[in-house]
């Protein structure tokens, strides 16, 4: 399998940190996103969207990275971290799509004021912006930590969930935002961190950047 990606994305980070997880084996294939790699017309064949990550298995192209996850697990055969009976999957499908439509997006906010337009030449931070995107993920880093509270993952026992929302999680120091104020989100990341899967997906990422 090729997963057509780019090292600092933490879109792409999450699903090479689960096939390591899981045992199996990816290609990846960097994308330029920085140099208009996402726009050219091999790519946008791939995904029409014009994002990053791609996952190419023989004929079967996917995007989007949560569905990525949920495809991998069923390939490794781990139904234990993408359970199927209604009540789990369901847990599991909220957390992934409350990441993508709020945590998610309130870090990326910042993270692009103050990563990405530094890396793609963009500029100096709106402050307006980093104020924003603050002030939304102290409300979803509260969420976080309220739904970790008694439990060592988000759905209980560990699952794509936590895969989903790990590399945005630990993304957060780098844009000077923190979880100083929520035990259970430090306590969650770092025992996510402790994996192997994770701490030399990150490694690697930082080495290629």
């Known amino acids: 399998m090729k997963l057509y990606q780019f090292p600092l994305s933490p879109n792409c980070q999450k699903v090479t940190a689960f096939a390591r997880e899981v045992g199996l084996p990816l290609e990846p294939v960097r994308v330029e996103v920085f140099r208009g790699g996402t726009r050219t017309s091999e790519f946008l064949a791939r995904n029409p969207n014009g994002k990053i990550p791609v996952l190419v298995d023989g004929d079967f192209t996917l ?3 949560n569905a990525m996850l949920v495809y991998l697990a069923a390939k490794a055969n781990r139904a234990d971290l993408s359970p199927t009976t209604p009540r789990e999957r369901a847990d599991v499908e909220r957390w992934l799509a409350w990441h993508n439509a709020h945590f998610g997006p309130a870090v990326g906010k910042v993270a692009f004021e103050r ?3 530094r890396l793609a030449g963009l500029g100096a931070p709106d402050e307006a912006a980093v104020k924003k995107g603050t002030e939304e993920f102290q409300v979803f880093a509260d969420v976080l930590e309220k739904g970790l509270a008694g439990k060592a993952y988000l759905c209980g026992a560990l699952t794509i969930a936590d895969f989903g929302i790990v590399t945005y ?6 844009c000077g935002l ?4 929520h035990p259970n989100v430090k306590a969650w990341l770092g025992r996510m961190l402790a994996r192997d899967s ?5 490694a690697a990422a930082r080495e290629a950047a």
Do not use: G, M, N, Y
């Not at 999680?169 to 780098?174: D, H, K, L, P």
């Not at 923190?178 to 104020?181: E, K, P, Q, T």
């Not at 994770?198 to 990150?202: D, F, I, M, P, V």
């Open 63 to 65: 995007w989007e990275s």
């Open 115 to 117: 990563i990405v337009k």
């Open 169 to 174: 999680a630990a993304r957060t120091e780098s």
């Open 178 to 181: 923190d979880f100083d104020a």
């Open 198 to 202: 994770l701490r030399e997906t990150l």
